[in-house]
């Protein structure tokens, strides 16, 4: 049978396959790895999935690609990004050297407002122009899906000027991107103290604004979510505000995601886990209790070790905890101008296994199927499956744990999207 690709004489071809779900417990250890394996593509979808002779004796394309020595594994899927965005915070980055804390940054007037005003004075065309080079960055690094969120506007117009930037760059480059709505992502200046009236805004105008917006966008026109995200902690919105921006997204169809126990533990996770969010992320300071609830729930949790990292911390999440307790985990890099300036989920990887004690296996599993189920696209996307999205990785090592195991480089060699060559043809 002919088809479009055939990549052969993988040294390790590693799956990530999980038909039934995100992968939990035990399973987060396999991944699926076939020696001396092989895949068909045709038509930007996985066919054919196996050992080189198997693959071979049935299949023949016009484009070849010899991995001899070499690891095969599915794209990254990045779940949690702030990517769309102009200027930097550079000059924060030295005031924490100094000791200044983020929470102390933020409540100066820095932080996320700083990049609200930036936002709020650029065109959609600058925020795409000076977002392109950071995807580009993620795709060489092998990230093939990234979810984006707004919340640098934090009102009506520049929040839809974010997402109206994600929709262009989606459409224009060749990363997957996914939206998510993050109007209460901060409390603008101009409602300082008035945090209550702020989320009246963001439900009455900014939410229907948006669900309005993506009615109209290509998005729904390929049935591609739009998530409503919220930052609930301290001095930000709390629980019960942070319940009423979530079921107002949930209203209009916009499934929930939630920032949760980043410093403070305030109970949203099981609010979140209530509300059916497809991911609760974060999790620096989640009690046992609400891991165990996550552990029995469809949320996945999705931990971010490259913003304690940034941020100079010795505490993380507890990812193995959150592993054993059997939730589903992924990983992020949470790129974004204050908090983690990260485009490599590859040092994220490295990260997770020194300081969160995950295994290489458990790393990329929680980088791949695991993070497509935390955007809710893990039946189309994070695997190398049949009837799956051709995204995968050629990584110049002979054994996927090399992925962890070094860091401060780019082992990504070639990167495949929708079964078209994007990187190192």
């Known amino acids: 049978m002919k088809v479009d690709l055939l990549i052969h004489n993988a040294t390790q071809l590693v799956t990530c396959a999980s038909p039934d779900g995100p992968k939990r417990n035990e399973a987060m250890k396999e991944v699926g790895l076939i020696e001396d394996g092989a895949v068909a593509v045709a038509d930007g979808e996985f066919v054919a999935v196996g050992s080189t002779s198997e693959i071979q004796a049935d299949y023949t394309a016009p484009k070849t690609i010899d991995a001899g020595g070499k690891v095969v594994c599915p794209g990254f899927v990045d779940p ?64 093939t899906t990234v979810e984006i969120k707004s919340g640098y506007g934090l009102e009506t117009r520049s929040e839809l000027n974010m997402l109206q930037a994600i929709a262009d760059l989606d459409a224009t480059h060749l990363t997957d991107l996914i939206p998510t709505f993050l109007g209460a992502h901060a409390i603008p200046p101009e409602y300082k103290g008035r945090t209550d009236e702020y989320v009246d805004l963001v439900i009455e105008e900014m939410l229907p604004a948006t669900a309005n917006w993506y009615q109209q966008s290509p998005f729904a026109a390929r049935d591609w979510p739009l998530f409503c995200d919220i930052f609930c902690e301290a001095n930000v919105f709390d629980r019960e505000q942070s319940k009423r921006v979530l079921e107002a997204g949930l209203a209009l169809g916009l499934s929930p995601k939630i920032h949760a126990d980043e410093f403070k533990n305030l109970g949203s996770v099981a609010m979140a886990i209530g509300l059916n969010a497809v991911s609760a992320d974060h ?24 913003v304690n990292f940034n941020l100079g911390s010795t505490h993380f999440a507890d990812a193995r ?23 490599s989920m590859p040092l994220v990887m490295a990260i997770a296994c ?8 458990e790393a990329l599993n929680a980088s791949t199927i695991n993070a497509a189920h935390a955007v809710g696209l893990g039946d189309q996307l994070g695997s190398i499956e049949i009837g799956k999205q051709a995204d995968l990785l050629i990584i110049n090592a002979p054994d996927y744990r ?10 990504v060699e070639q990167v495949i999207k929708r079964g078209k060559v994007a990187k190192g043809d």
């Open 283 to 306: 999790l620096d300071v989640t009690p046992p209790a609400e891991i165990e609830a996550l552990a029995k729930s469809n949320t996945v949790g999705v931990v971010i070790p490259a």
């Open 80 to 143: 949690h990004t702030h990517v769309v965005y102009t200027g930097d915070r550079v000059a924060e980055f030295e005031l924490r050297i100094k000791g200044a804390s983020y929470m102390e940054i933020m409540e100066a007037g820095g932080g996320i407002v700083s990049t609200m005003r930036a936002v709020r004075a650029a065109t959609v065309e600058q925020l795409v122009a000076e977002t392109r080079p950071r995807l580009d960055a993620m795709l060489s690094l092998g990230t």
């Open 321 to 343: 905890a959150i592993i054993d307790a059997g939730a589903a985990l992924a990983l992020s890099t949470d790129i974004n101008p204050g908090s983690a300036p990260c485009p």
């Open 354 to 361: 020194r300081y969160q004690s995950l295994l290489p296996a």
């Open 402 to 411: 090399h992925l962890a195991y070094q860091f401060g480089g780019n082992l």
